[in-house]
């Protein structure tokens, strides 16, 4: 029994049709401004995560290249305030040089040691090293993402605040439960 060749190339046009419809659907949907689900209450742009403002500590607690422990943004979540001496990037207070770090790695989850000596966060499990002068960046090993850095605000009677993070804590899909 001989096969119908048309079958096939009207499935190639159908199939071609439907995705340039669907190529130019998308393209329409996303130059739609103020239309996206994900756009905040005023429709000004994307809805971001509401983080807790968390009293971590005060100026008066820090020393410098002294690692103080915290917890943000739960107690779940270990972490340190650094003043490290010097303006930073991301740095908060007087002299912009207090910043806060999670303490877990972004690699495999396991616990950060500070070397105040080379003044980096070092991981034992996979020997990641990350910069807190430069914003906790990547600077050596496993991991492929920087170290969550803390959102900081200093009153005037200097009490240090974290009210967000730049980066995802590892093992969260969000990181505020």
């Not at 199939?15 to 103020?34: D, I, Q």
């Not at 103080?68 to 930073?88: E, I, M, Q, R, S």
Request: aromatic share 8%; charged share 20%.
């Amino acid at each position: 029994m001989p096969r119908c060749s048309k079958l096939v190339d009207i499935g190639r046009r159908q199939f071609l049709r439907g995705s340039t419809y669907a190529v130019a659907g998308a393209a329409v949907a996303v130059s739609m401004p103020g239309e996206s689900k994900a756009a905040t209450a005023t429709g000004s742009g994307p809805a971001r995560v509401e983080y807790p403002s968390n009293k971590l500590g005060n100026v008066k607690e820090l020393k410098v290249n002294e690692p103080f422990d915290v917890a943000y943004p739960d107690n779940d979540a270990p972490g340190v305030l650094l003043k490290l001496g010097k303006k930073v990037p991301g740095g908060a207070g007087p002299d912009g040089d207090i910043v806060g770090f999670t303490v877990t790695c972004p690699h495999k989850g396991f616990p950060l040691n500070y070397s105040a000596d080379k003044r980096t966060f070092n991981c034992p499990g996979h020997y990641s090293v990350f910069d807190p002068e430069a914003g906790g960046e990547q600077i050596w090993g496993q991991a492929t993402s920087n170290l969550p850095q803390y959102s900081l605000r200093i009153d005037d009677k200097g009490d240090i605040y974290a009210e967000g993070l730049d980066e995802l804590l590892y093992g969260r899909l969000s990181n505020v439960l």
